[in-house]
């Protein structure tokens, strides 16, 4: 199947910048590496999961949530088979549990309110004032 394992979270204060990563393994992944949306999602502490930045391995333009446009870009690393989300002019109300997901899609079309199949444990960030 696919596995995801993220990296890269950390304490930073507020205004910094973070690079996190997720690799992805498994056979299904490894036949098809250009056929999968990869998202990247957070959840602070009492409040619903966001989706906030979104690319589809076989190519074409990321995309990104309102709230962090401009500031975080995610982008993609084939020979690595590595999805990176990097971050800037971070806030503490950004303080989360990072996560990144995947779903199967030959065809692209990619929605971050798509139903993603696999999920990494996530990796924590924490941003201070």
């Known amino acids: 199947q696919v596995q995801l394992v993220e990296s890269g979270g950390d304490s930073v204060e507020a205004g910094g910048s973070l690079r996190l990563s997720c690799v992805a393994s498994?056979?299904?992944?490894?036949?098809?590496?250009?056929?999968?949306?990869m998202g990247w999602f957070r959840r602070a502490e009492g409040k619903a999961r966001e989706g906030i930045a979104l690319?589809?391995?076989?190519?074409?333009?990321?995309s990104y949530a309102d709230s962090v446009q401009g500031r975080f870009a995610v982008s993609h690393d084939y020979p690595k088979n590595s999805v990176y989300l990097q971050m800037g002019s971070l806030k503490p109300e950004e303080t989360a549990m990072y996560y990144c997901?995947?779903?199967?899609?030959?065809?692209?079309?990619?929605?971050?309110?798509?139903?993603?199949?696999?999920w990494g444990q996530g990796t924590q960030v924490t941003v201070s004032s």
């Open positions: 498994g056979d299904f992944y490894t036949r098809f590496p250009y056929r999968f949306c």
């Open positions: 690319l589809w391995t076989g190519g074409g333009r990321p």
């Open positions: 997901a995947a779903y199967y899609a030959p065809e692209g079309h990619c929605s971050l309110q798509s139903d993603f199949t696999w």
